[in-house]
């Protein structure tokens, strides 16, 4: 069957089983072949049908390796690691999270704990061994049972670099009898976090730091007081494996097609034919040696011949494949043993072997669980043994920077975290060479886990003894650090949850790219800095006059604010502007003070809620992931935090500002520089560091009767404002002087020292009231503070001013004696010394003034007088000024201390004929 010589039209863009099927069978139609049968049982129907599903796999084929040269389309992890690595950005391998782990030993028990000791969670019914979270020890730690855990005897503040500590169990005390050495790691915990601490130096009853603290920790055995444990060690997460052999170097004939090996092969012979070459000088004039030369390079001739005809044929059987290669081996032979005889070693690369070395050897990795990566730590090593001698090989990015004998081989990873060893080709790092033993070293654990919570690793693997049985050992703090491998969605699917990386690779190249290389804006700076995991926020100013750049640093939480620093100062250092000086230091706090009074609930706990608002403060004026450097804090931050905790009914702020100031006010805000952190620690020692109060609010009511001798010696507005004062809030005599209970006759007796008070008037108490009920006493609770909701004032006047008409029949006579009778009755009736004062008067009325007129004019005196009309003498204002007004009245009231003035008597004479 012919198909014609003329070159057919092919659609190209076919790439499926039917398309090919149907361009073969059109193609067949147009050779005007007489071939026509087109039924499925047909033979040539049939063989069309094979070729069109081989041409659909390897279109395919085709496809996926096309694909795979696109950053659009690529699939696989290493292709897209290559792409992302053009654009200077690194896809994540993710790292294993680190942290520390407490040990607990029994009473008497020192020991020394290895590395590699692993700790784990306590193992769930039925669960595999090797999918148990487990973590080992990274260096060797010396345990005592008496470092189980410190007591702390003073209250340690944030950046204090020294600790006052005592042993917690009965013994020695001074803590370097206890074999508390410097190197050692404590972790001081409190209910909310805590760090890990390095000790520098150890006295008998303190210890300093290597870098000071970074929070502020509680002396004493409260709920808020603070844990020091000993017998600290570091741990990572995941478990390292022995040294195991997983693959040998080279191919062996069968392994790979027998034209290729015997390629290779070739290769190996010219290299030693080579190194034979170098020395001809040495063995030309001998004529062993010169006939082995002529004799090998005749069989490689020979050899090489013979591949060219089978390589045109395509075909070369095994036994002759091996025949060739025993060939070769002996032209191989004759070559070293040129060397020999002239005087060389034989390079280590070209000792016999049955396998021959591949350009760009791999090697994959098969295990259960895949290995795990930690930043800055070689947690996969690799050796290569070749005739007895190992040597390491180094892990690298990738082999483009590599020369022909770097032992250098690059860590593939697919999507599943399992991986692949690649090696050099002899151009680009060395080859591996062929009968090489290649062992490998490795963590292995859940590439894509993540950190691990505190207390979450409570098992010793293995046991072991002299451990607490009860709590043999637990991590005090959460691990930190931990990433997942970045794997993109569409290789592992949009289903599985664990996939954490976006499919937009492109946009994060186009973020890394966006980073500048070299700083020269205070932006710049400010991206690269916080880009670090250990600073949390950067200020920074350029000079560009003076080619000066100031750097202030705020360290994240949980991170050495020294180390973070020093590494700051480090980074700058390399990336700065060449001429460029960069200065960096760390934030300085500015420390406020903070007192509110808060009502609590009645079915809440005061101590509880105190605790809690002193937490939410702490945690509103402390690190965060908020920008803060520099940040204005208003007084309404305050109340947001307060009135935020459940169980605060009421709150008020009273004190809102500096620390270092000598008296609390209530500022609106509080501004810092640029370089500062308004901060609060709240240390009962420490009162510069901030301090924070928290008052319970006792509220009441009050009700305060004023009395004044005169309408026009009316108390101003003064008065409320004063007894407000001296009543309510912190600066309160309750609260200063820590009343028990507030009562009428406490308050009366306070009431004597307001300014003028017994003289120009008099003040006393009417009525307390909690609520809208009257009540005998206000109890005051420790920490408690007097508040009044409302404080009424009912005034009065009390030296009531009254007139009087009195009815004189007289029948004449002494021309003194209406004089006489008007004094004496003033007298009597009027001012401190009147009869009303003297007798006690609840009131004057018509039938006591009588009374009291009978002394006046007794029998006998020739004349009678009797008491007629009783008028309430008044002063009203009014448009034209104020005005005096008199009206009639039955009584006139008198209270305690009141002093009655007679402003009007008149005496009407009755003519009596004699």
């Not at 950005?89 to 040990?103: E, K, S, W």
């Not at 996939?499 to 290389?517: E, T, Y």
């Not at 008065?719 to 309750?734: E, K, N, R, V």
């Not at 007298?827 to 006690?840: D, F, K, T």
Request: include cysteine; glycine fraction near 10%; charged fraction near 25%.
């Amino acid at each position: 069957m012919s198909l014609g010589r003329r070159a057919p039209d092919v659609d190209y863009l076919t790439r499926d089983y039917e398309g090919f099927r149907q361009l073969l069978v059109s193609l067949v139609d147009r050779a005007g072949t007489r071939w026509t049968e087109r039924a499925t049982a047909d033979l040539g129907v049939m063989v069309l049908e094979m070729l069109a599903h081989q041409l659909d796999l390897l279109a395919y084929a085709g496809d996926r390796v096309a694909e795979e040269g696109f950053l659009g389309s690529a699939r696989r992890r290493e292709s897209l690691r290559r792409h992302a690595a053009l654009g200077d950005y690194r896809l994540d391998r993710g790292n294993a999270t680190r942290g520390y782990q407490h040990f607990r030993l029994q009473a008497g028990v020192a020991r020394t704990l290895p590395a590699g000791t692993q700790v784990g969670q306590e193992p769930a019914p039925g669960q595999p061994p090797e999918q148990r979270l487990v973590a080992e020890t990274l260096e060797d730690v010396a345990l005592d049972a008496r470092r189980n855990e410190l007591a702390l005897t003073r209250s340690a503040a944030a950046g204090s670099a020294v600790l006052r500590l005592a042993p917690a169990v009965e013994g020695p005390r001074d803590l370097r009898a206890i074999g508390l050495r410097p190197g050692m790691l404590l972790a001081i915990v409190d209910r909310e976090q805590g760090e890990i601490a390095t000790v520098a130096s150890v006295q008998a009853g303190a210890v300093e730091l290597r870098a000071p603290l970074g929070r502020t920790y509680l002396a004493g055995r409260g709920k808020d007081a603070a844990r020091v444990l000993g017998n600290i060690a570091p741990i990572r997460r995941g478990r390292t494996s022995g040294w195991e052999l997983v693959d040998r170097g080279g191919k062996a004939l069968g392994e790979v097609p027998p034209g290729v090996f015997l390629a290779r092969r070739i290769d190996q012979v010219r290299a030693l034919r080579d190194e034979v070459e170098a020395a001809r000088a040495r063995w030309l004039g001998d004529r062993a040696l010169a006939e082995r030369w002529e004799i090998a390079n005749a069989t490689v001739d020979c050899v090489v011949r013979e591949l060219r005809v089978a390589g045109a044929a395509s075909v070369m059987t095994l036994e002759r494949a091996k025949a060739l290669d025993e060939q070769l081996r002996s032209a191989a032979q004759l070559f070293r043993e040129m060397l020999q005889g002239s005087g060389r070693a034989v390079p280590g690369a070209l000792q016999p072997t049955r396998r021959v070395p591949m350009p760009r050897q791999e090697i994959a990795l098969q295990s259960e669980q895949p290995p795990l990566w930690a930043d800055g730590v070689e947690t996969l090593k690799v050796r290569v043994g070749v005739a007895g001698r190992w040597a390491p090989w180094t892990e690298v990015d990738d082999l483009l920077r590599s020369g022909p004998d770097d032992r250098h081989y690059v860590a593939e990873i697919d999507g599943d975290g399992q991986v692949t060893l690649r090696f050099g080709d002899g151009v680009n790092g060395a080859v591996l060479p062929g009968d090489s033993r290649v062992m490998v070293q490795r963590v292995t654990g859940d590439v894509f886990a993540g950190d691990v919570g505190a207390h979450a690793l409570r098992v010793v693997v293995g046991g072991g003894d002299g451990f607490d049985p009860e709590e043999p050992t637990t991590n005090p703090l959460p691990t930190t650090g931990g990433r997942p491998l970045e794997v993109p969605r569409r290789e592992r699917g949009a289903s599985d949850g664990r996939a954490g990386a976006s499919d937009d690779i492109a946009q994060r190249m186009r973020r890394a790219l966006s980073v500048p290389v070299v700083p020269v804006t205070a932006a710049d700076y400010t991206a690269l800095l916080e880009a670090r995991p250990d600073i949390a926020e950067a200020a920074v100013s350029v000079s560009a006059a003076r080619r000066r750049v100031d750097v202030v640093l705020r360290p994240s939480p949980g991170h050495d604010p020294a180390r973070a620093l020093e590494g700051a100062r480090a980074f700058l250092r390399d990336a700065r502007l060449a001429g460029t000086d960069a200065w960096a230091r760390l934030a300085e706090p500015l420390y406020v003070a903070i007192a509110l009074i808060v009502e609590i609930h009645p079915e809440i706990s005061p101590a509880d809620l105190r605790s809690r608002l002193r937490r939410a403060l702490l945690s509103a004026f402390g690190d965060g992931d908020e920008r803060i450097l520099g940040r204005r804090r208003a007084r309404a931050e305050v109340y947001a935090a307060v009135e935020a905790v459940a169980g605060v009914v009421w709150s008020q702020v009273v004190g809102f500002s500096l620390a270092s100031q000598p008296e609390l006010t209530a500022q609106e805000e509080i501004v810092p520089g640029p370089h500062e952190v308004v901060r609060c620690l709240d240390l009962p020692d420490s009162p510069l560091a901030g301090r924070i109060t928290i008052w319970a609010a006792r509220r009441y009511r009050l009700q305060i009767e004023v009395a004044f001798p005169d309408p026009d010696d009316r108390p101003g507005a003064w008065l409320s404002g004063a007894l407000m004062a001296l009543l309510s809030g912190p600066d309160a005599a309750p609260a200063r002087e820590r009343w028990p209970e507030i009562t009428a006759a406490r308050l009366d007796a306070l009431f004597q020292r307001v300014p003028r008070a017994g003289e120009a008037f008099r003040l006393s108490t009417r009525r307390l009231m909690i609520g809208g009920r009257a009540v005998d006493r206000v109890p005051l609770a420790d920490g408690e503070l007097p508040i009044v909701d409302s404080l009424e004032l009912s005034e009065r006047v009390s030296m009531p001013h009254f007139g009087l008409q009195i009815e004189l029949v007289w029948g004449g006579g002494d021309e003194g004696l209406m004089e006489a009778l008007r004094a004496r009755i003033q007298g009597m009736l009027s001012g401190p010394g009147a009869v009303p004062v003297a007798e006690g008067w609840t009131e004057i009325t018509v039938p006591r003034v009588n009374g009291a007129l009978e002394g006046v004019a007794p029998p006998g005196a020739g004349y009678r007088l009797s008491a007629r009309m009783l008028t309430l003498v008044e002063r009203r204002a009014g448009r034209a000024g104020a005005r005096v007004v008199q009206r009639a009245v039955e009584r006139v009231p008198l209270r305690p201390g009141d002093v009655p003035v007679l402003e009007t008597l008149q005496i009407a004479v009755i003519a009596r004929s004699p």
